[in-house]
């Protein structure tokens, strides 16, 4: 996987940039995430994409990764963040296709209470963004 000289990954400097263009750019054309609030994958760069956008409105701008791991085609990307006034701690799991692009996203989120607001941020913003919700 490709990284920068602080060691970030595309994904990652783009994220914690705040480009979501680029870090949309950073999946692969098959790319599967696996949300937190959701059983079935979305499926797909346009739809992560979409995704990806609504998550830097609804917690973006208080994302910070704290540390990260890197092995072999896998990182995982430790965060915190805000949803309103709840304090959010997650990971990013990431694997990567051979030409460098993220193929799999899953992100796990803690605590529970976080979860739940998470859900109803999404739920909202995706409704906005869409006009259907997800």
């Keep these: 996987m490709p990284t920068d000289e602080q060691g970030r990954s595309p994904f990652r400097a783009a994220v914690e ?42 917690m973006g701008q208080d994302l910070a990764y704290r540390w990260q791991v890197q092995e ?6 430790c965060f915190t963040s805000r949803i309103g006034e709840r304090e959010v701690e997650g990971v990013d799991l990431l694997r990567y296709s051979p030409d ?27 409704e906005e963004l869409t006009g259907a919700g997800a």
């Design 100 to 126: 460098g692009l993220v193929s799999e996203l899953v992100v796990m989120v803690r605590p529970h209470s976080a979860v739940v607001a998470l859900r109803d941020a999404m739920a909202a913003k995706l």
């Design 17 to 58: 940039s705040k480009d979501l263009g680029r870090a949309t750019e950073a999946l692969a054309p098959d790319v599967q995430f696996r949300s937190p609030v959701v059983f079935s994958p979305y499926s797909g760069r346009e739809a992560v994409g979409l995704l990806l956008r609504a998550v830097g409105d609804v």
């Design 72 to 77: 072999g085609d896998r990182e995982v990307l």
